[in-house]
């Protein structure tokens, strides 16, 4: 036992040395086993939701202030990998694909939707003010109290019959067929706090928007997300944080290492 213990006192430098080793390699082990793991789990998770947003369709239900919502899964894909799996996609996301690449030249896309849409009034007969004009034989429909729809219509060459009656509006079907493309995106890159833009395009002339609301999380962080020149670094090192801890530490322990070794 005595042997032992002077063994261990004579040697004690090595034996610290190799166990810090030890720990330090167990460490960068058990560390990219961790990441290992968590890149397939990711890897994996993408694929399930890229293929669920694939083939998923619209949901219409009505929400408890009772607008009728239309909601469907996003693709969530770098465009890159989106245009290797082109042949997947069906004729509407080709199109939203190829609107994001255009876009994405010219700007960092954030977020976009590719939305078809009619506007479709079906059987609907007119219950506001009438207007006749007996002189110049036209009749006048407006309606401004419905909420759902706003409208001031005029017949001419025409007289009611008989001439004291209320003349009656029918609508039988009445359709503005749009296709409704939104993005989101970096509006100024130079200004400072990089503020996010939002943008809807109708490609019927008789829809128009008249305001726009809309909302980002706040981590969305172009420094982050797209970064440039040393920004690039810093993101590097705060994902890599970890690792370069354990290599900076490495450093630091082989250094005193060595000066234990060599005092």
């Known amino acids: 036992m005595s042997k032992t213990i002077k063994l261990f006192v004579n040697n004690n430098r090595w034996i610290i040395v190799i166990l810090v080793l030890l720990l330090l390699v167990g460490g960068l082990v058990t560390n990219c086993q961790h990441n290992k793991i968590n890149n397939l789990k990711n890897k994996y998770q993408v694929e399930v939701n890229l293929r669920k947003a694939l083939n998923d369709t619209v949901n219409i239900y009505q929400n408890k202030e009772g607008e009728w919502v239309s909601e469907k899964l996003t693709i969530q894909l770098k465009i890159k990998d989106l245009e290797k799996i082109s042949g997947e996609l069906n004729d509407d996301q080709k199109r939203l694909l190829a609107k994001i690449k255009v876009i994405n030249k010219e700007k960092s896309i954030i977020a976009a939707a ?117 920004e690039k670094v810093g993101v590097w090192l705060k994902r890599n944080g970890r690792i370069v801890g354990y290599v900076v530490g490495g450093i630091a322990i082989g250094a005193g290492s060595t000066y234990i070794l060599m005092k």
């Not at 130079?190 to 829809?207: M, R």
């Open 114 to 230: 590719l939305i078809k849409a009619n506007f479709v009034v079906d059987s609907f007969k007119h219950s506001g003010l009438v207007v006749v004009d007996t002189l110049n034989k036209s009749v006048e429909f407006t309606e401004l109290s419905n909420k759902f729809i706003r409208y001031n219509f005029q017949a001419f060459g025409v007289l009611p019959y008989p001439i004291n009656s209320k003349p009656t509006l029918l609508i039988n079907n009445l359709t503005l067929p749009n296709e409704q493309f939104i993005d989101f995106h970096w509006s100024n890159e130079k200004k400072e706090g990089n503020p996010i833009a939002f943008s809807v395009i109708n490609t019927n002339k008789y829809i128009k928007i008249y305001d726009i609301n809309s909302y980002a999380i706040p981590e969305l962080n172009k420094n982050i997300i797209n970064p440039v020149g040393w």
